[in-house]
C-alpha cells in the first residue's frame, strides 16, 4: 500500500522537473518547456541532489550529462510517469467506471429497488454496489456525511441541513404463510394465529424497532420460532415451513410465486410504515445524479 505521508513530505514536481531536464539533456531548454525560469529549474535540481546525495546531472558541453543514478531514476520514472499520464486522460475521457453506493433494507429489494438498479445502469452505466441498511453499523447520517453512501432508502427520517430526506412511500403489512401451510386456510381468527411459529427479523436499525413494537401490540407475545438479520433466509424458512411472518405488500407480491408465499386471511390491522429517500444534498451537482433522483420522484407518483 502508498505510504502516502511520505509521499506528502515529498515536493513530486521536483520528479516533473527531473525528468523534463533529462529528456531535454539541458536546464534551459527543460525551465522553457517547464514555462519557468532556469533558475527555478536549477533550484529544484539543488533540492533533489540533497535528497538523493547525487549530483544526477554534470556538466557536458551546452548541456548536461545524467549520472549513473539520474538514468536508473529515469528508467522508474518513464515507467510511472506513464502510467500516470493514462490515468488522467482516462479521467479527462470519462472512462473511469462510475461507482454507485446504495443503502436499503433486503425487505425492500423487490420489484422498486431492482427497478432502480436497472435506471442506475441506464443512466449513466453505474456500477451498483448495495449494502444492507438494517445490518451495517454507521448510521445513515454517518454515512452520507463522509460520503460513503450515494443513496439510502430508510425506514427511519435524518434531520440534517446537509442531508435531502424526502418521504418516497408508505408501505402496508401482510402476514404471510406457505400456500400449502396445513391449518391456516380461509379465515382465521388471531388466537389460531398465535398459536403458530412465528419468524422474526433481527434489526438494530431505529426504525425497523419502532416497527416491530407497533406490531407487537397487534399480536402480543407471539412465539418466535425463527429469527435472522437475512431476509432471504426468513422468506425462505417461511416458503418451506410451517411458519409465518411478516412482511412488505411488495416484497410479497415479488416473492409469492417464486417462493409459494399466501396472505393470512385475517381480520388484524398490521400497520404501515414510510420508506425515505435520503442523500447528501450536494450531490446534486452532478447532473447524472440529479437526474437519477428525479427518475425516482416521477416513478412513485
Not at 24 to 48: C, G, W
Not at 123 to 144: C, G, N, V
Not at 172 to 201: M, Q, W
Not at 222 to 230: G, L, M, T, W
Request: proline share 4%.
Amino acid at each position: 500500500m502508498t505510504n502516502l505521508y511520505d509521499l506528502k513530505k515529498f515536493d513530486l514536481n521536483l520528479l516533473l522537473i527531473f525528468e523534463c531536464i533529462y529528456q531535454h539533456q539541458s536546464i534551459s531548454k527543460a525551465a522553457k518547456a517547464l514555462f519557468i525560469t532556469p533558475s527555478a529549474v536549477s533550484q529544484s535540481l539543488q533540492r533533489l541532489r540533497a535528497h538523493l546525495d547525487d549530483p544526477l546531472f554534470i556538466r557536458s558541453g551546452k548541456g548536461v550529462a545524467p549520472t549513473t543514478v539520474a538514468i536508473n531514476l529515469h528508467m522508474h520514472l518513464e515507467v510511472n510517469l506513464s502510467q500516470l499520464e493514462q490515468t488522467i486522460n482516462m479521467m479527462n475521457r470519462n472512462e473511469l467506471s462510475k461507482k454507485f453506493v446504495l443503502y436499503t433494507p433486503q425487505l425492500l429489494m423487490s420489484e422498486g429497488s431492482t427497478a432502480l438498479v436497472k435506471a442506475l445502469r441506464q443512466q449513466a452505466s453505474y456500477a451498483i454496489e448495495h449494502h444492507d441498511i438494517f445490518i451495517t453499523p454507521q448510521s445513515a447520517e454517518e454515512l452520507l456525511t463522509y460520503r460513503k453512501a450515494d443513496l439510502i432508502l430508510s425506514l427511519f427520517p435524518i434531520v440534517n441541513p446537509a442531508v435531502v430526506c424526502e418521504k418516497l412511500s408508505c408501505e402496508p403489512l401482510v402476514l404471510v404463510c406457505s400456500e400449502h401451510h396445513p391449518r391456516l386456510n380461509g379465515k382465521i381468527v388471531l388466537s389460531d394465529v398465535l398459536a403458530e411459529g412465528f419468524t422474526f427479523y433481527s434489526t438494530p436499525e431505529k426504525g425497523a424497532l419502532a416497527l416491530q413494537e407497533e406490531i407487537e401490540t397487534v399480536l402480543p407475545q407471539r412465539n418466535v420460532v425463527f429469527s435472522s438479520d437475512s431476509y432471504i433466509s426468513i422468506i425462505n424458512i417461511i416458503s418451506q415451513s410451517e411458519l409465518i411472518g411478516i412482511m412488505p405488500l411488495s416484497t410479497f407480491n415479488h416473492y409469492k410465486k417464486i417462493m409459494n408465499l399466501k396472505i393470512v386471511d385475517i381480520d388484524i390491522t398490521l400497520p404501515t410504515f414510510d420508506i425515505f429517500m435520503l442523500y447528501n444534498r450536494a450531490s446534486l451537482n452532478g447532473s447524472a445524479f440529479a437526474s437519477v433522483i428525479e427518475m425516482i420522484k416521477l416513478a412513485d407518483r
